[in-house]
Each structure stands twice: as structure tokens, then as C-alpha cells.
């Protein structure tokens, strides 16, 4: 169990956007590891609850009583309804890191790498973070700092399907039509 106050553990939930083994930048910003957690609303609702008591404790070291909602890491899937695993019944939480974190399967303790393909946008995954408070010359905000993920289950991968060659390109060329270029 996480020994540090400020870290929470989700377990079974959703990722979404995960870059866990190539840092990944966003417009311009330094590249960063980084994943979106998915939350439901009625299920994960202690989460969610634990996340926003933390929130305010940070807001609480930072002096203030609100922040703007896009400087607070917790925000309502509302506010992406066309986005697959988005939408009404859904809170979300993106976390970041500049050191790669530990990937582990279900065991907690094997390794996954990318070239194993068991990642993805849509998998079920317990992600530990940690919220903090940040207070500098780029502002005052409240952040999550990805600190590990363990792969759970597949789910219903997010986007759309790879592309299926055979159906792109219909039968296969025959040695005869090469010639014939």
C-alpha cells in the first residue's frame, strides 16, 4: 500500500491517451510519460471522492480557496462527450512523469514493454499517482505524478480499428501483374 498521504491507487479502471514507454509532448511542452485515467462516476465514487479531499488539502497549502478548473488535474468527462469513454458518467485524471515509471503485469512484478502490445487506450489497469500542489513561475496548480501502472484486464479498445490489409487491398497480386508495371 502507498505509504505517502498524497498517493492514491486506482484499481480496475480505464486508460485512456497512454504513453508509458516513449515520453510524449503536448504542444511544445516537454516530453513527459503520461496516461488518462477514467473514473466512473457511481463506481468509483470513494476515488473520487478521496481525489477531491486531496485537491483541497493542496488548494489549502496553496492559499487559495479555488483555481481555475483546467489548473486542477479532476475534470468531468462532460467536457469531452464525443470522446470514446468520455462523457456524463465519467470524471477523469491525466498524471504525468519525466522518469519512466514501472510497468508490471498482473503479478505486479514482471515487466511489460511496448514491443508486448498489452497497453492500450481502452485496457483496465491499477494506476498509482500521486496529487501535489505547483507554485512557480508558471503558475499555481494542482497536478498528478504517475508513479506506477499494472495491467488488469482487456476492455474495448478506444478509437478505431486497425486497418485490415486484405480488406484494404482485396486479393493479392499475382507474379504477372508486377511485370505488367
Known amino acids: ?10 484499481k480496475n ?28 462516476k457511481d463506481k468509483d465514487a470513494e476515488q473520487i471522492a478521496r481525489v477531491k479531499k ?9 492559499k487559495v480557496k479555488k483555481l481555475p478548473d483546467d489548473k486542477i488535474c479532476l475534470k468531468d468527462g462532460a467536457e469531452k462527450p464525443d470522446v470514446d ?7 477523469f485524471i491525466s498524471a504525468k512523469s519525466k ?8 503479478d505486479s512484478s514482471t515487466p511489460i514493454t511496448e514491443e508486448d502490445n498489452i497497453i492500450y487506450g481502452g485496457c483496465y489497469c ?8 505547483q507554485n512557480n513561475k508558471f503558475g ?3 497536478n498528478a505524478g504517475l508513479r506506477a501502472v499494472r495491467f488488469r484486464k482487456d476492455g474495448e479498445p478506444f478509437g478505431s480499428a486497425p486497418v485490415d490489409p486484405e480488406d484494404e487491398f482485396g486479393e493479392p497480386i499475382e507474379d504477372d501483374e508486377d511485370n505488367m508495371m
Request: net charge positive; glycine share 6%.
Open 13 to 40: 479502471v480505464r486508460l485512456s491517451y497512454p504513453h508509458l514507454f516513449t515520453p510524449h509532448a503536448f504542444e511544445g511542452a516537454e516530453p513527459k510519460y503520461q496516461t488518462t485515467v477514467l473514473l466512473d
Open 54 to 62: 486531496l485537491i483541497a488539502s493542496k488548494l489549502t497549502e496553496l
Open 1 to 10: 500500500m502507498p505509504k505517502n498521504e498524497n498517493t492514491i491507487v486506482f
Open 140 to 142: 499555481k496548480r494542482i
Open 99 to 106: 522518469k519512466r515509471i514501472p510497468v508490471v503485469g498482473k
Open 85 to 91: 469513454g468520455y462523457g456524463e458518467g465519467v470524471m
Open 126 to 133: 491499477d494506476v498509482s499517482m500521486d496529487i501535489w500542489a
